[in-house]
């Protein structure tokens, strides 16, 4: 029985790719992620040099790449630009995402699309495109990124609630349809964490403050390095017997009290 802790958390030889990277969760992940050992790629949406400027923060041999997750025709190209530099692809973690605070009757078609274009057709194109890669090595993991809205009833985020929900389900179908090929997939549902696209939706909402807190056992917001832990843990061989799961990262938030 070994527990050789250092070897098995370490990312030494492993390749990763972090969507939406450029600040918050993605981040966070990345730079565990890169300090752990892993060569890392952020990718980021219209803006090279902000993506560049976080690499360079992330420090470690971190690249920064622009992508569009939306765009179907960049998937492909986006993995072969990974396993070029890289020589392999081993992590995927999908953390771009976007926000809809909306009253129900006042979110458009064009408002539900753009939410599931990112957090569903998006990271699923994106895995896709990984899969034959990592089939080829007989190893690979997978990490998606839930929320807080797909297991509560969170209000005026239907929208948003709906494609984390997807992603759960997705987690679930992907890891049978993988598991025999040494690939896992697995979820992190994030509680309320301290980041900018949290702030974006709450900072002018004193009520809803007071409510996300007073639903929260621990009483605090979250860091986004208590997610990138976690992200750790899923990509590490420490989790190797581990798919198919979603780990909640919430202070306490989902055990419905």
Request: charge should be neutral.
């Amino acid at each position: 029985m070994e527990f050789d802790y250092k070897k098995k958390f370490s990312l030494s030889g492993k390749v990763a790719v972090v969507t939406g990277a450029v600040t918050g969760l993605g981040y966070a992940m990345a730079k565990c992620f890169a300090e752990a050992g892993a060569k890392v790629f952020i990718t980021g949406v219209s803006d090279l040099t902000r993506v560049q400027k976080a690499a360079e923060e992330i420090g470690h041999g971190c690249e920064g790449l622009l992508y569009d997750i939306t765009d179907e025709s960049l998937h492909s190209e986006m993995v072969k630009k990974i396993t070029d530099k890289g020589g392999r692809i081993d992590i995927v973690v999908c953390n771009a995402g976007v926000h809809c605070k909306k009253e129900v009757e006042d979110i458009t078609k064009a408002d539900f699309e753009r939410v599931l274009g990112v957090h569903v057709v998006g990271a699923f194109g994106l895995i896709r495109a990984a899969v034959p890669y990592m089939k080829k090595q007989h190893s690979g993991s997978i990490i998606m990124i839930s929320s807080m809205s797909a297991y509560l009833a969170l209000t005026k985020v239907a929208a948003y609630g709906s494609a984390k929900g997807a992603v759960l389900g997705m987690v679930k179908c992907l890891s049978g349809d993988l598991a025999p090929f040494g690939i896992r997939v697995n979820a992190i549902a994030p509680g309320f964490i301290d980041t900018p696209m949290f702030h974006k939706a709450v900072d002018d909402d004193l009520p809803r403050q007071k409510k996300i807190l007073g639903h929260t056992p621990m009483g605090i917001y979250g860091k986004p390095e208590d997610v990138a832990w976690a992200g750790l843990y899923l990509a590490s061989d420490a989790s190797g017997f581990v798919t198919g799961v979603s780990i909640p990262v919430d202070g306490g938030c989902s055990i419905g009290f």
